[in-house]
């Protein structure tokens, strides 16, 4: 037990992080495309407001502009503004317990905020569907009629456990139905017609994000993993807003050979000998806490994985007829791991634990989103009991700060270190 | 032998007829509040939806003579905790029907195959062949049903009916059986037939917002002299406000559909104009003045709404109070001393508005 007091009493020394040289371009990509936002408004070009689950990719087939009030609603809480819009939104009625991203969006918009403190212009049309939460759907459904603008709003089934592939399909053909009742929103909206081979060129440019995803992740199997989340979180920017542009596939390949070189020198995001524990993080992070990955890596923790970012980059299969490229479209929006049904979602865990060699895992139980709280429970047990390593369910909220305690956290992470410790003995 | 089969929705999405064509008997599971969450809380964090949690204790917990469950999308409680249902409760089927959110043309044909599909799974389940008369004949009974839940409703603007008597009718008619609670609705009749007029003492009111699902939370409206008339809650209207249509031919399950896309609509569907639209209408209709907005804490569909919602009946002119509350069936007496001053402060706005004419 020496460890765990050593662990207990001692402040850890300072163990510096090394993001990877190219991710200092994204603040180049996010200038130009805050940028292209602002001319988009002043000239009053078509423009959406979108959420994680809808399909982006259509709006470049229209050439519509994508805005992300989530996305917006992240700078706002990285840059310390989230509470003041919280609570504004809270003076107008809304629940302390409802979603902060939605109260940091309608503190945004009543307040007219800069673009760079997570301000977001007023669209042309608002899209979101039901996949990730209810929450997509009621946010926009409130913000749409506030702001006098159309809403869509995809239905997409839940796929629970022991859906078989009938069902699945018939789920399919619903949300392709719907694929073609926003083909004629979009339509209607902008005057033009959807082409195959724009959809087709979007498509690909698509995958090329996420495929050089994939192999980003590949290697942050590597022991020590050359990249850590202080890299991937903020790195999923082109996968959520520039799908259809060719900026995001070129920072990506910068990534990639960033990464290449470092693991041909052996090294990784942690500096030479540090990287101990190897850890999942599930659910948003708390973004006006960034600090939080940082203290975690002066214990020797680094997040080597996490089911969030992941997510942003599903696979498509190209070269399909556009009936069969929109079936497999709708089925990743059905089936993508943050809406895993629980044994889906226990399965896919356990997997990347062995693949990752990871050591612990920390699940978010974020009050800003209860349904990826749903069933983290029986993953904590399963995990536990399957794996055998320590899981951390830890309370929190991703961008209200009223809900992180300095010092109740510090013990926690300081309890959840000694398991790691205690558990690699 | 009554054959029940229990269901677990967010508001009044359950489609009971196909149920009922194959001989069971729907009882929807409301949870108890009397009784700890305890046992749904090894599986559910404390700050998600305390109904649904006391609906899963019930399910765990219970001496069920249940066939089986279904668990009918509404939120995302129904979603996301069906599977903490199929991994912990102890039940021979568990169904997972789909209620599309939408109320477009895609939507209805998609309700339309998840409606097939529920039949067929309950012809092979339960052995029986479900046919359009046996469907028919449901629609029949559930119409008969609502037919004289309407004519209880109408009665509570203008008979002594607490609220806890009308509650309980609409719990009635969810969960007991379809013959006996016909009788049971029919005596209710003539007994608030010969109730007292409405109460001078009482003021009526609408309510709106979250499913209540205990009785005493009815009992606090009444004790603070408010007195509920109107509603478009899932334990009340939505649920029988409209018939269930019944024409000479045609399929009985795009009667069920035309059915669910017409009820009041509850804050978990899309678009959400109808809703509001029923609200208002039942004002005008009624000729209230006051309406109670209330929250289940946690309950995030009517959270998100309820600014939207107290808004818009404010700006027509009504008065309106806006409360949260706890799954809890203690009296709450700072609660009662809002509500108590809601009421005087509406009536003597009423009062002064009419002397102003």
């Known amino acids: 037990m020496s460890g765990s007091m050593e662990t207990k009493n001692a402040s850890p020394e300072r163990v510096r992080v090394r993001n990877l040289p190219s991710t200092g371009k994204l603040k180049g990509i996010m200038m130009r495309y805050m940028l292209k936002s602002k001319i988009v408004e002043l000239f009053r070009r078509k423009s959406a407001w979108v959420t994680a689950g809808f399909p982006v990719e259509i709006c470049y087939v229209y050439g519509v502009h994508p805005l992300h009030p989530e996305n917006s609603a992240c700078i706002s809480g990285a840059r310390k503004y989230s509470l003041e819009l919280i609570e504004h939104a809270e003076s107008l009625g809304f629940s302390r317990d409802l979603c902060s991203y939605f109260k940091t969006n309608v503190g945004a918009t009543e307040k007219g905020i800069k673009l760079k403190q997570g301000g977001i212009g007023k669209p042309t049309f608002m899209g979101s569907t039901n996949t990730i939460c209810d929450t997509h759907v009621k946010w926009f459904q409130i913000q749409a009629r506030r702001m006098e603008v159309p809403y869509f709003g995809f239905d997409i089934p839940s796929a629970v456990a022991g859906t078989g592939d009938a069902r699945m399909e018939e789920y399919i053909d619903y949300v392709v139905a719907q694929f073609y009742d926003f083909f004629d929103f979009m339509e209607d909206l902008t005057g033009k017609k959807i082409t195959e081979k724009k959809f087709q060129e979007v498509l690909r440019k698509s995958d090329k994000l996420c495929e050089l995803w994939h192999e980003i992740y590949k290697y942050r199997k590597d022991v020590p993993t050359p990249v850590a989340f202080q890299d991937t979180l903020a790195a999923i920017f082109p996968m959520v807003l520039l799908p259809g542009l060719d900026v995001g596939i070129k920072y990506y390949q910068a990534l990639l050979k960033d990464i290449k070189e470092r693991v041909a020198e052996g090294k990784g995001a942690m500096p030479p000998g540090k990287e101990k524990y190897r850890l999942i993080f599930e659910g948003i992070p708390m973004w006006y806490r960034i600090k939080f990955f940082h203290e975690l890596a002066n214990y020797g923790a680094v997040v080597t994985y996490e089911p969030y970012t992941f997510s942003f980059g599903p696979r498509k299969r190209l070269g399909l007829p556009l009936d069969e490229s929109l079936r497999d479209f709708a089925r990743l929006m059905i089936d993508v791991p943050y809406n895993y049904s629980l044994e889906k979602r226990i399965e896919y865990f356990e997997q990347v634990i062995d693949e990752y060699n990871i050591d612990g895992v920390i699940l978010h139980s974020n009050m800003s989103c209860r349904p990826s709280c749903s069933g983290m429970l029986d993953l904590k047990k399963s995990i536990q009991r399957d794996k055998g390593i320590p899981v951390w369910v830890m309370d929190c909220d991703q961008n209200d700060p009223r809900s992180y305690a300095e010092g109740p956290m510090k013990n926690r992470m300081e309890s959840f270190i000694e398991l790691l410790e205690q558990n690699k003995e | ?357």
């Open chain 2, 1 to 357: 032998m009554v054959k029940r089969i229990a269901y677990f929705d967010a508001s009044h999405d359950f489609p009971e007829q196909i149920a009922m064509a194959a001989g069971l008997e729907p009882y929807k599971i409301l949870g108890n509040v009397h009784e700890p969450n305890d046992p749904a809380d090894q599986y559910l964090q404390s700050f998600l939806c305390p109904a649904a949690r006391s609906m899963l204790t019930e399910a765990l917990t219970g001496d069920q003579d249940w066939e089986g469950i279904v668990i009918a999308h509404g939120c995302d409680a129904t979603n996301r905790f069906y599977d903490i249902w199929k991994r912990h409760v102890d039940t021979d089927f568990l169904y997972w029907f789909y209620n599309p959110l939408n109320d477009t043309p895609s939507a209805i044909n998609f309700f339309k195959v998840e409606l097939k599909r529920m039949k067929d799974v309950f012809e092979r389940q339960f052995d029986v062949s479900i046919t359009d008369d046996k469907l028919w004949a449901a629609i029949k009974l559930s119409n008969d049903i609502k037919g004289r839940l309407q004519e209880l409703s109408t009665m509570r603007a203008v008979k002594d009916i607490p609220n806890r008597d009308y509650f309980n009718a609409c719990v009635q008619a969810v969960q007991m059986p379809r013959k006996e609670l016909l009788s049971s609705l029919d005596e209710t009749i003539n007994d608030w037939k010969g109730r007292d007029a409405f109460p001078a003492d009482k003021s009526p009111v609408l309510l709106t917002g979250s499913d209540v699902t205990y009785v005493e939370w009815m009992d606090t409206l009444d004790d603070a002299g408010l007195r509920v008339v109107r509603d478009d809650l899932s334990i009340g209207e939505r649920y029988f406000a409209r018939l269930i249509p019944h024409p000479s031919e045609g399929d009985p399950l795009d009667s069920i559909i035309q059915y669910h896309v017409t009820i009041p609509r509850p804050a978990t569907k899309n678009p959400p104009e109808p809703r509001l639209d029923y609200l208002m209408n039942a004002m005008e209709e009624s000729n209230l003045n006051m309406v109670i907005s209330q929250n289940l804490k946690f309950c995030e569909p009517y959270a998100f709404d309820s600014v939207f919602t107290v808004n818009a009946l404010k700006e027509k002119g009504y008065q309106v109070i806006h409360l949260e509350r706890e799954f809890s069936p203690t009296k709450d007496m700072s609660l009662r001393t809002r509500l108590e001053a809601f009421r005087e402060m509406a009536t003597t706005n009423r009062v002064e508005k009419h002397s102003r004419l």
